[in-house]
């Protein structure tokens, strides 16, 4: 089974797999894109609510590799739905594929290239320079903001 992001419907991805969604992927479509979820939908397509306990599993490990900010309540669904379907993420967002990687749920990427390799992403201080494992709203030593850094 494939789980859609809004990523399929706007590149118009096509299989002959069983495929579904979230509901609030539909939300952030529109014009052809929105037709073709609404199609899909009523061709079959199953819309999917994760359980509250399996997207609180996600925003953790989405908190353990950095891209929680980086993910929307959409996307932390979406990767709910494919780890409790058991299904393929079809998604082109590195912050989703990363996190997905982490769950051991499979990816499938539309228009771009995939990810090469799981991250944990750190945090640097924008103004005194320290890192932290841990991303805040602002750095606890001097209260500058924080950025997102690759730890490699």
């Known amino acids: 089974m494939y789980v859609l992001d809004s990523s399929a419907f706007i590149n118009e991805f096509h299989t002959e797999e069983t495929v579904a969604s979230v509901p609030l992927v ?3 479509l529109g014009d052809e894109s929105a037709y073709r979820f609404d199609a899909l939908e009523g061709s079959g397509m199953h819309l999917h609510i994760p359980d509250a306990e399996t997207v609180e599993r996600i925003e953790r490990a989405a908190r353990e ?3 929680f900010e980086e993910l929307s309540r959409t996307d932390i669904r979406l990767i709910a739905a494919a780890f409790e379907l058991d299904g393929e993420l079809v998604t082109d967002d590195y912050a989703m594929q990363n996190v997905a990687e982490k769950l051991n749920v499979a990816v499938e990427v539309i228009a ?25 709203d602002r750095c606890p030593i001097c209260g500058s903001p924080l950025s997102r850094k690759n730890p490699a």
């Open 26 to 28: 539909r939300e952030e």
């Open 112 to 136: 771009r290239d995939g990810i090469d390799e799981q991250r944990d992403w750190t945090f640097q201080c924008q103004g005194c320079g320290r890192e932290f494992d841990d991303q805040h």
């Open 65 to 67: 590799t950095g891209d």
